[in-house]
Protein backbone atom coordinates (compact mmCIF):
# COMPACT_ATOMS: atom_id res chain seq x y z
CA UNK A 1 0.00 0.00 0.00
CA UNK A 2 1.02 3.72 -0.70
CA UNK A 3 0.07 6.52 1.38
CA UNK A 4 0.93 9.51 -0.03
CA UNK A 5 -0.20 12.79 2.16
CA UNK A 6 0.73 16.52 2.40
CA UNK A 7 -0.71 16.83 5.71
CA UNK A 8 1.04 16.72 9.46
CA UNK A 9 -1.76 15.15 10.72
CA UNK A 10 -1.50 11.08 11.73
CA UNK A 11 -3.99 9.50 9.73
CA UNK A 12 -4.98 6.12 10.10
CA UNK A 13 -6.52 5.09 7.03
CA UNK A 14 -8.83 2.11 6.91
CA UNK A 15 -7.57 0.01 3.60
CA UNK A 16 -5.97 -3.00 2.32
CA UNK A 17 -2.19 -4.00 0.76
CA UNK A 18 -3.95 -3.48 -2.98
CA UNK A 19 -4.79 0.56 -2.68
CA UNK A 20 -2.73 3.45 -2.80
CA UNK A 21 -4.54 6.25 -1.13
CA UNK A 22 -4.25 10.05 -2.29
CA UNK A 23 -5.49 11.66 1.41
CA UNK A 24 -7.25 15.35 0.75
CA UNK A 25 -4.17 17.55 1.21
CA UNK A 26 -1.70 15.97 -1.55
CA UNK A 27 -1.24 17.22 -4.83
CA UNK A 28 0.41 15.32 -7.37
CA UNK A 29 1.28 15.45 -11.21
CA UNK A 30 2.39 12.85 -13.21
CA UNK A 31 1.70 9.61 -14.56
CA UNK A 32 0.15 5.99 -12.79
CA UNK A 33 0.57 2.66 -13.73
CA UNK A 34 -0.89 0.80 -11.51
CA UNK A 35 -2.00 -2.88 -10.83
CA UNK A 36 -3.90 -2.32 -7.45
CA UNK A 37 -6.85 -0.17 -6.68
CA UNK A 38 -6.25 3.35 -6.33
CA UNK A 39 -8.47 5.87 -3.77
CA UNK A 40 -8.20 9.67 -4.26
CA UNK A 41 -9.47 12.29 -1.31
CA UNK A 42 -6.73 14.67 -2.90
CA UNK A 43 -5.65 16.30 -6.15
CA UNK A 44 -4.16 14.46 -8.57
CA UNK A 45 -3.19 15.76 -12.55
CA UNK A 46 -1.55 13.46 -15.20
CA UNK A 47 -2.43 10.15 -16.75
CA UNK A 48 -3.41 7.17 -15.28
CA UNK A 49 -3.38 3.38 -16.54
CA UNK A 50 -5.09 0.97 -13.76
CA UNK A 51 -5.92 -2.91 -14.00
CA UNK A 52 -8.17 -2.34 -11.08
CA UNK A 53 -10.71 0.34 -9.86
CA UNK A 54 -10.16 4.53 -9.01
CA UNK A 55 -12.49 5.92 -6.13
CA UNK A 56 -12.76 9.46 -5.90
CA UNK A 57 -13.16 10.67 -2.39
CA UNK A 58 -15.45 13.53 -2.02
CA UNK A 59 -12.85 15.97 -1.60
CA UNK A 60 -10.86 14.07 -4.04
CA UNK A 61 -10.55 15.75 -7.72
CA UNK A 62 -8.77 13.84 -10.48
CA UNK A 63 -7.57 16.06 -13.87
CA UNK A 64 -6.06 14.05 -16.83
CA UNK A 65 -6.38 10.77 -19.27
CA UNK A 66 -7.27 7.68 -17.05
CA UNK A 67 -7.99 4.54 -18.55
CA UNK A 68 -9.27 1.99 -15.78
CA UNK A 69 -11.19 -1.48 -15.50
CA UNK A 70 -14.20 0.75 -13.15
CA UNK A 71 -14.26 4.53 -12.09
CA UNK A 72 -16.14 5.46 -9.06
CA UNK A 73 -16.81 9.32 -8.46
CA UNK A 74 -17.83 10.64 -5.45
CA UNK A 75 -15.66 14.29 -5.95
CA UNK A 76 -14.22 16.10 -9.52
CA UNK A 77 -13.22 14.16 -12.38
CA UNK A 78 -12.07 16.07 -15.54
CA UNK A 79 -10.67 14.97 -18.56
CA UNK A 80 -10.79 11.78 -20.65
CA UNK A 81 -12.19 8.22 -19.19
CA UNK A 82 -11.69 5.08 -21.11
CA UNK A 83 -13.57 2.10 -18.54
CA UNK A 84 -15.43 -0.66 -18.70
CA UNK A 85 -17.46 0.58 -15.91
CA UNK A 86 -18.16 4.86 -14.55
CA UNK A 87 -20.12 5.46 -11.60
CA UNK A 88 -20.88 8.82 -11.00
CA UNK A 89 -22.54 8.68 -7.51
CA UNK A 90 -24.38 11.55 -5.43
CA UNK A 91 -22.69 14.88 -5.54
CA UNK A 92 -19.70 13.65 -8.09
CA UNK A 93 -19.24 15.38 -10.86
CA UNK A 94 -17.27 14.47 -14.09
CA UNK A 95 -16.87 16.52 -16.81
CA UNK A 96 -15.15 14.86 -20.08
CA UNK A 97 -15.05 12.85 -22.57
CA UNK A 98 -16.23 9.04 -21.45
CA UNK A 99 -15.91 5.21 -23.57
CA UNK A 100 -17.16 2.73 -21.35
CA UNK A 101 -19.49 -0.21 -21.46
CA UNK A 102 -21.62 1.04 -18.37
CA UNK A 103 -22.72 4.64 -17.46
CA UNK A 104 -24.53 4.88 -13.78
CA UNK A 105 -25.38 8.45 -13.17
CA UNK A 106 -27.07 8.88 -9.65
CA UNK A 107 -29.43 10.75 -8.69
CA UNK A 108 -27.62 14.77 -7.73
CA UNK A 109 -24.37 12.92 -9.64
CA UNK A 110 -23.42 15.75 -12.40
CA UNK A 111 -22.35 14.24 -16.14
CA UNK A 112 -21.00 17.38 -18.76
CA UNK A 113 -19.59 15.87 -21.52
CA UNK A 114 -19.78 12.77 -24.33
CA UNK A 115 -20.61 9.20 -23.96
CA UNK A 116 -19.81 6.60 -26.43
CA UNK A 117 -20.61 2.45 -25.71
CA UNK A 118 -17.26 0.43 -25.64
CA UNK A 119 -18.03 -2.87 -26.99
CA UNK A 120 -16.57 -5.93 -27.32
CA UNK A 121 -18.33 -7.12 -30.70
CA UNK A 122 -16.55 -5.86 -34.70
CA UNK A 123 -18.81 -3.23 -35.88
CA UNK A 124 -21.02 -4.82 -38.59
CA UNK A 125 -20.08 -4.01 -41.99
CA UNK A 126 -22.37 -1.32 -43.96
CA UNK A 127 -23.92 -2.79 -47.34
CA UNK A 128 -23.65 -0.13 -49.44
CA UNK A 129 -26.85 0.54 -51.42
CA UNK A 130 -27.05 -0.19 -55.20
CA UNK A 131 -25.94 3.04 -57.33
CA UNK A 132 -28.42 4.05 -59.68
CA UNK A 133 -27.96 5.65 -62.93
CA UNK A 134 -30.07 7.37 -65.07
CA UNK A 135 -29.82 5.19 -68.38
CA UNK A 136 -32.87 4.83 -70.69
Not at 81 to 110: F, M, N, P, T
Amino acid sequence: MAIFNNSTNDIAPVSNDTTTIITEGAVIKGDMTLTCNLYVDGKFEGTIDSQKEINVGKSGHIKGEIKVDRLIVKGFVEGNIEADRVEIKAQGHLLGSVISSELVIESKGVFEGDSKIKSNELPKKVQQAPILTDKK
